[in-house]
C-alpha cells in the first residue's frame, strides 16, 4: 500500500465523465484512508491553470502534471501527456488508462472495490480513451454523454455523490434515443456545415447530436479535407471550443487558446469577451494568425506542423 498525503481537499476535471468517477473515487479512498470527508472541487482546465494552488497538501485527478503541482503532500492522478518529472509530488500516471481507472486502482489498493465499480470504471475507460474496438463502446459513449448533456454538478447532485447510481439509470434510455435519432441526422447537417479556419483546421457547426460521435465519424470516413476539427458550445455565458484530430494534433491546437487534454482530443474555454460562436470563429482565426481561404503558401507554424503529420503519414 502507499503512503498517501491526507488532503485537505481533491480537485478533479469538471468537463466529462472521467473527471466526475476520478473525483468521486478519490473522495471514497480518504474517506477510507482518513476517515475525512474531503472537499472535492471541479474546473474547467482554463480556470484550472488560474487557480492559485494555495493548499498545503491535495489531490488532483484528470489535470496535466505541471511544475506549479509538483509540491509536497500533493498527489496527482492523471493520464495525460507531461514533460514535468514529479521531484517532491507523488504522480500516478499512465497514457494508456483513464484517470478514473488510476484512481479506483488506488482504491481496490486499499480495498475499495464492487462489482458496479469494476462495470462503471470500465465503461468510462472505454469512453474516455475512444476505444473503438470494444463492444462496450457505443453504450460506453451514452454514459459519457450523460455528463457533456446534464453537466458535472448538476449530475452530481442528481446522483448525490453515489456513482454507482449511474449504472442503468433512467437517463440512459434518453442518451440511448437521442443517439438514434439524433446522430444521423446531426452528422448530415454537420458534414455540410464545415468552414474553414485555416487549410488543416475546419470549424464544424452542429446543430444536434452527440458532437463527440459526429466529429468522429467525419474524421474516421474523411468526409472533410480538415485533419483537425473544432466545435464551438456555449454553457451560460461563456463558449468553449472543442478540438479533434487523429494525427495527434489537436493538443497543439488547444494550447494556443490555455487549454490542454490529450493528442487528439483536447479542449479550451475562450475568453469572457466572447459571447457567441460567430465570435469565436473570428476569434480562433484570429489567435492562429490567419484568414479565411488563405492560400497553402500562407501556412503558418501549426499549418506546416500538421502538414509535415500528414505527409509522414503517407
Request: some cysteine.
Amino acid at each position: 500500500m502507499r503512503d498517501l498525503p491526507q488532503p485537505e481537499i481533491i480537485f478533479t476535471h469538471e468537463s466529462d465523465l472521467d473527471g466526475l468517477l476520478a473525483g468521486a473515487l478519490l473522495k471514497r479512498l480518504a474517506k477510507k484512508v482518513f476517515n475525512a470527508d474531503v472537499r472535492m472541487e471541479a474546473y474547467h482546465y482554463n480556470f484550472w491553470k488560474q487557480r492559485e494552488l494555495r493548499e498545503r497538501s491535495a489531490w488532483a485527478a484528470d489535470f496535466t502534471f505541471e511544475s506549479r503541482m509538483d509540491r509536497p503532500d500533493w498527489l496527482v492522478v492523471d493520464h495525460h501527456v507531461t514533460e514535468t518529472a514529479p521531484k517532491q509530488a507523488q504522480l500516478v500516471h499512465d497514457l494508456n488508462k483513464s484517470a478514473a481507472l488510476l484512481c479506483y486502482e488506488l482504491c481496490k489498493e486499499e480495498g475499495v472495490q464492487s462489482a458496479a465499480l469494476d462495470r462503471l470504471v470500465h465503461l468510462n475507460n472505454v469512453a474516455d480513451l475512444f476505444l473503438v474496438d470494444d463492444p462496450d463502446f457505443v453504450l460506453a459513449g451514452d454514459y459519457a454523454n450523460l455528463v457533456k448533456t446534464y453537466q458535472f454538478w448538476n449530475l452530481h447532485t442528481l446522483i448525490g455523490g453515489d456513482v454507482e447510481k449511474l449504472l442503468d439509470h433512467p437517463l440512459l434510455e434518453v442518451m440511448a434515443v437521442k443517439r438514434r435519432i439524433e446522430n444521423p441526422l446531426g452528422f448530415e447537417w454537420s458534414k455540410a456545415n464545415i468552414t474553414e479556419i485555416s487549410p488543416t483546421i475546419g470549424f464544424v457547426d452542429t446543430v444536434v447530436g452527440n458532437n463527440n460521435m459526429i466529429i468522429h465519424q467525419l474524421l474516421e470516413k474523411r468526409a472533410t479535407k480538415y485533419p483537425v476539427l473544432v466545435t464551438l458550445f456555449r454553457r451560460g455565458s461563456l463558449v468553449f471550443a472543442s478540438i479533434r484530430s487523429h494525427n495527434g494534433a489537436a493538443l497543439k491546437v488547444a494550447e494556443k487558446f490555455q487549454g490542454g487534454g490529450h493528442p487528439n482530443a483536447a479542449g479550451a474555454l475562450l475568453p469572457k469577451s466572447i459571447r457567441t460562436v460567430p465570435d469565436g470563429v473570428d476569434y480562433l482565426r484570429q489567435v492562429l494568425n490567419v484568414k479565411n481561404h488563405a492560400p497553402p503558401s500562407g501556412l503558418n507554424s501549426l499549418d506546416a506542423l500538421f502538414a509535415a503529420m500528414e505527409t509522414g503519414k503517407k
